[in-house]
Nanobody
Framework: QVRLVESGGGLVQPGGSLRLSCAAS????????MGWYRQAPGKERELVAS???????VYAESVKGRFTISRDTDKNTVFLQMDSLKPDDTAVYYC???????????????WGQGTQVTVSS
């Protein structure tokens, strides 16, 4: 069984910073892409940033230059450093990982439980 556990959300003022963490545990053979999605009230879930196991990154246009995704491959952990936060960044942030549980199974997506990020003065 695979689990993704997020931490680091909270309330921050506009212009502030937060760092999210997500640790994957359980019966993991290989993790391919890890990433962060977010969902604001009344909106679709959207990709924020993702990172491949070789380090290539992808960012949503709205967060480029403000957010940085990184990964500790040895600890199966992904981080999202969020700087210059704006009220529009308010959402529930979800960790996602493409994980294979054995050498003969294809990777499939796993999700964390979500962590609330609120940007407000």
């Amino acid at each position: 069984q695979v689990r993704l556990v997020e931490s680091g959300g909270g309330l921050v003022q506009p212009g502030g910073s937060l760092r999210l963490s997500c640790a994957a545990s359980g019966s993991i053979f290989r993790i391919n892409t890890m990433g962060w999605y977010r969902q604001a009230p009344g909106k679709e879930r959207e990709l924020v940033a993702s990172i491949l196991n070789r380090g290539d990154t992808v960012y949503a246009e709205s967060v480029k230059g403000r957010f940085t995704i990184s990964r500790d491959t040895d600890k199966n952990t992904v981080f999202l450093q969020m700087d210059s936060l704006k009220p529009d960044d308010t959402a529930v942030y979800y960790c996602n990982a493409q994980i294979s549980v054995s050498t003969w199974t294809l990777p499939k997506p796993y999700w964390g439980q979500g962590t609330q990020v609120t940007v407000s003065s």
